[in-house]
C-alpha cells in the first residue's frame, strides 16, 4: 500500500512538471507588430519625393495607382508582383514615372514572417503640370464637310505663332484644332468659322460645340488637335497631343476673332494661348456654292419651229462634268451642244443628269423628262433627267447660260424650261446616237428635232 502510495506522488510530480514547462514556453512564444507609415508626399510634374518609415518587420512594399482604382488589401500587396520594396532603413524615396496634373495614391504595408502584418498605409497626392504659353500671330480656317445625319460641319483651324505663310523664323509653332459647328449654319459663298466655347468630344459621335482630342492615325500622322513645334528649320517635328479642355472663338468688330484656349496635353501638361485677328475660312470640303441665279431672258421664238439637222453638215459635242456642279456623288452631269450644220449659228443645248448608281454607260438610252427647278429634290427624284434653262452669274460677273436653250442666228435665244429628251441609241464611242426632244418655252412655244450620227467627246 505505502509502495503504491510513493508511485502515485512520483507520478503526479512528473505530471506537473510536464504542465509547468508547457505553460513556460507559451508565456515566452515571440511576437512582433510591423508598423509602415507614410507621411510627407511632394509632387512634381512626374516625379514625389515620400517620406516613410518601417518599423519591427522584414518585407516591406509599395505601389503607386491612379484615382479611381480600387485600393488593395495588405495580402494583396504583399501579393503583388508589380509591388516594389521599401528600402527598411531609409526614410525618403523618390517615385518617377508619373503624369503630370494627376490625382496618385501610394499605399504601403509590412510584415514581419508569414504570421505578423501591418495596417495598410495610404497618402493620396497630385503631380504639378507644366504651362505652355503662347500667342499666336496668323490665323486659317478650312471648311472639311457637313453631316446631315449628326447636323454638324467639321472644320480645322491652323494657328501660328508666324505670320501667315512665314515658315522660316524659328522657333515656330502651328495649333490644328478640328472642331465642329452647326450644319444649318454654312454658307459656301461666305464661310465663318463658328463661334462660342469649344469642349472636348467623341470621335464617334460628333456634336456641334464639340473639338476632338488628337491621335496618331493609321498612316503615323498627327490628326485632330495638336501642337507641332520646330525648334530650327532642320529638327524634326516635336508633336503634343491634345486630349482635354476648352477653346472660346468670340467675333468681335470688323470680322475680327478673340480666341482663349486652354487645352491639357495628353501628358498632363497644359497649353494657354490665345489669338486676336482675322480667320478666313477655306472651302475644303469638295462642295461647291450654289450659283448666283440670273432672271431669265424673254423667248425670242414667236411660234412652234422644228429644228432640222443637215446629217452631212451638222456636228454635235458631248462633255461629261461628272459631280462637279451639284456635289452629288451618284448623279453625273453630260452636256450636249447639237449644231444644226458647219454654220454652228443653230445649235440646241442639252444638260442631262444621270443617275450613276443604276447607268454606267457613256450615255444611256432613256427618257429624260426636264425638271421644273434644279434642287437636290428634283435631281435625286429621277434617275435621268434634263435641266431647265437657267442662267448663272459667273465668279467675274459675267452671265453663263446653263440648261436646255434653243440658238438660231447666232443672237436668237429661247430659254427651254419643260418637255422631254429621249435618247433613243447610244454607243460607248458615241459614234452612233439617236436623239429626239420635244420641249417649250415659258410662252408654250415648242422646239422639236431629232438627231442622228456622231457626238464628238470632248475629254
Known amino acids: 500500500m505505502r509502495k503504491n502510495l ?33 507621411g510627407q508626399v511632394m509632387a512634381g510634374t512626374n516625379i514625389a519625393d515620400v517620406s516613410y518609415s518601417v518599423a519591427d518587420a522584414t518585407t516591406a512594399v509599395y505601389k ?75 490665323a486659317v480656317g478650312s471648311f472639311v464637310q457637313r453631316d446631315e445625319t449628326t447636323n454638324t460641319a467639321l472644320y480645322v483651324i491652323d494657328f501660328s505663332t508666324n505670320q501667315y505663310n512665314d515658315e522660316t523664323t524659328m522657333p515656330m509653332s502651328h495649333l490644328y484644332v478640328t472642331l465642329t459647328g452647326a450644319n444649318e449654319n454654312i454658307d459656301l459663298r461666305n464661310l465663318k468659322i463658328p463661334t462660342g466655347t469649344f469642349t472636348v468630344g467623341d470621335n464617334e459621335n460628333p456634336k456641334a460645340g464639340n473639338f476632338y482630342p488628337g491621335f496618331k492615325n493609321e498612316n503615323g500622322e498627327a490628326a485632330n488637335t495638336f501642337v507641332g513645334s520646330l525648334k530650327t528649320s532642320v529638327d524634326e517635328m516635336e508633336v503634343s497631343f491634345v486630349k482635354d479642355g476648352t477653346i472660346t472663338i468670340t467675333p468681335i468688330e470688323n470680322s475680327q476673332y478673340e480666341v482663349a484656349i486652354s487645352f491639357v496635353y495628353d501628358n498632363g501638361n497644359h497649353l494657354e494661348a490665345t489669338y486676336r485677328g482675322s480667320i478666313v475660312v477655306d472651302n475644303n470640303s469638295g462642295e461647291i456654292p ?73 450615255l444611256p438610252v432613256g427618257k429624260y423628262p426636264v425638271i421644273s427647278e434644279i434642287n437636290g429634290a428634283n435631281i435625286l427624284g429621277n434617275d435621268l433627267c434634263a435641266e431647265p434653262a437657267w442662267r448663272a452669274k459667273a465668279a467675274d460677273g459675267t452671265r453663263t447660260d446653263l440648261g436646255t436653250w434653243y440658238t438660231w442666228e447666232f443672237a436668237k435665244k429661247a ?45
Do not use: W
Request: proline content about 4%.
Open 64 to 138: 503607386v495607382i491612379a484615382e479611381g482604382t480600387a485600393l488593395p488589401t495588405v495580402d494583396e500587396l504583399l501579393a503583388d508582383a508589380d509591388a516594389k520594396p521599401l528600402d527598411k532603413s531609409a526614410t525618403t524615396m523618390s517615385v518617377g514615372g508619373l503624369t503630370p496634373d494627376t490625382r496618385y495614391t501610394i499605399v504601403a504595408a509590412a510584415a514581419y514572417g508569414d504570421k505578423f502584418k501591418s495596417a495598410l498605409a495610404t497618402a493620396s497626392f497630385t503631380t504639378i503640370f507644366e504651362t505652355d504659353t503662347k500667342t499666336f500671330k496668323s
Open 290 to 362: 450654289p450659283a448666283v441665279l440670273l432672271p431669265l431672258p424673254e423667248s425670242n421664238l414667236t411660234g412652234n419651229v422644228t429644228v432640222d439637222f443637215n446629217a452631212a453638215k451638222q456636228y454635235g459635242m458631248f462633255t461629261d462634268y461628272g459631280t462637279d456642279r451639284f456635289g452629288l456623288t451618284n448623279r453625273k452631269e453630260l452636256f450636249l451642244s447639237l449644231y444644226t450644220d458647219e454654220s454652228y449659228a443653230y445649235c440646241v443645248d442639252l444638260y442631262l443628269i444621270v443617275n450613276t448608281d443604276k447607268y454606267h454607260t457613256t
Open 415 to 459: 430659254p427651254l424650261v419643260s418637255g422631254e429628251v429621249e435618247v433613243v441609241e447610244s454607243d460607248a464611242a458615241l459614234d452612233n446616237v439617236h436623239i429626239k426632244f420635244t420641249l417649250k418655252d415659258a410662252k408654250g412655244h415648242t422646239v422639236t428635232g431629232e438627231y442622228k450620227g456622231a457626238l464628238d467627246i470632248n475629254s
Open 6 to 38: 510513493m508511485h502515485l506522488v512520483m507520478l503526479l510530480a512528473v505530471v506537473l512538471s510536464a504542465t509547468a514547462l508547457a505553460s513556460c514556453s507559451d508565456d515566452n512564444e515571440e511576437t512582433h507588430a510591423p508598423v509602415v507609415t507614410i
